[in-house]
């Protein structure tokens, strides 16, 4: 009989989720503003302008709060691992999954600088919006370009997030990791070998 | 031989920071790349309507979107006129037609080119009112509480301003402004006011909803709010 052993603290795991929410709730209410069947059933552009400002808001303000609160020398750890790629992590690139991996396989660290590059740029650009309706300094052509481009990529970077979490039978035992914060260690031994779990 | 393990890269931050670099300097070159993209996927457009790549977005200030009643509507011409006026749909719809392909720009940065309008010219409607000495310009109501918006009479009788009633050979559709809206293709899309019901000579311009808001009085494509400055 295997055992659990822990993949994500609380800590991680708070992050990802509220992250997740805030994503979803932003996506809802963006797609409202942006599409015009959507716009034109809801209407109310005012409210759900102001929903979706809100929420911006209050996404990167729970983020920086479970940074802050929760336990950020373990998430340090962890950016340490995401950060570093080894001559397997290369390896497993470009042979598309066959090299040993360690915490975190090298797809997983790529989705890892990405979304976290598309946090920054979402905040960015969407502030960029708010400003720029209120100042002309803050007004660029292309800044609404940059903020649908990234609702685009972020689309195909959770389809393929959603894809090997929930319906890849091979991978989707790592959704436990992210709710129960454990997984089988057999399932760790041979999806991510040089994992030395504690 | 595979080199060994050991040797690490920080690749993680790399593609972090190049990541975000892209993405702010996209803030100059982003709009005519999607430009170019989009017109290469242009046919492929039509298969996703749900996508709007080179399309409208539907902007609107108050709650609820104003739904044209064909019985109710009226179109008043008033003001600083000779002769009035309080027209129903169908007599717009016979006052003499005409028709062209703009280019309709937002001031968000989107675009929609070729739009194909139908409607009459505001030319002829001010030259049928017979403006008063003292009218200098033109106040556009809309049906959408509180919006608002002027011309002076020199930018109203541009020839390709018109009160446009049909778009790319349909009844102007209700998210678009139906029955009626204003269409000045030199100007952002904010002067273009939707849902018109009233249209009023006065001595001057003033400020309208956008324009209260810190936007441009005269909203030249290209050279105002901020833009080729």
Known sequence: MSRPVRRFSRT????????????????????????????ILVGRRPLVKDIHFWSGIGWVTVLALVVMLGDRRGLRRTAEDLDLFDADDVRWLKRRGDAPQGRFNAGQKINAALTAAFTVLFLASGLLLWLGERDTRFRFASTVVLHDGLMYASLILLTGHLYLALIHPATRHALRGMTLGTVDEEWAAHHHPKWKPE | MDEPARETHRYGRGVFLATVAGGLTSLVWGKSVWGRVSSAIGPAEALVPLVPTEGWRIYTVSGSMPRFDPQAWRLTVGGLVASPANLTYDELRSLPRTDQISTFHCVTGWTVKNVHWGGVRVADVLASAGPAPN???????????????YLTLDQARLTDVMLAYEMDGKPLPREHGAPLRLVIPEMYGY????????????????????????????????RSNGYGS
């Not at chain 1, 990802?16 to 409202?32: M, Q, T």
Request: proline share 4%; hydrophobic share 50%; aromatic share 14%.
């Open chain 2, 135 to 149: 009218a200098g310009a033109i106040q556009f109501v809309s049906m959408e509480q509180p919006y608002v918006d």
């Open chain 1, 12 to 39: 991680e795991r708070a992050l990802h989720w509220a992250n997740a929410l805030g994503f979803f709730v932003l996506l809802g209410s963006g797609l409202v503003l942006y599409l015009p069947s959507l716009a």
């Open chain 2, 191 to 222: 002067k273009n006011v939707k849902w018109l019901q009233q249209v009023n000579l006065v001595e001057t311009p003033e400020d309208g909803y956008w324009e209260q808001l810190g936007y441009d009085v005269d909203a030249w494509v290209g």
